[in-house]
């Protein structure tokens, strides 16, 4: 699997929310006991903040786009 990084454009495999079915660029990415988690800033303008109702994403959620 391809490492991800911030300024990727990426989707996610397991869409929270209807607005994460399109595309969007990871802006920050941070480690976790389990794993790295990246935050991504969606083209719909809404960023998800990693907390407790919304960790991130796991690498193996994201799909890169190019």
Known sequence: MKKV???DRV???TP???V???????VAA????KG????VEWEV????HPNGH???YLAHEIVPVS
């Not at 994460?20 to 990871?26: A, S």
């Not at 303008?45 to 998800?48: F, Q, S, V």
């Open 36 to 39: 790295v988690r990246y935050v």
């Open 5 to 7: 990084k911030p300024g």
């Open 54 to 56: 919304h960790p991130g």
């Open 11 to 13: 989707w996610i495999k």
């Open 30 to 33: 941070r480690k976790t006991p």
């Open 16 to 18: 929270r929310a209807i």
């Open 45 to 48: 303008d809404l960023l998800e």
């Open 20 to 26: 994460e079915r399109k595309v969007g660029t990871i």
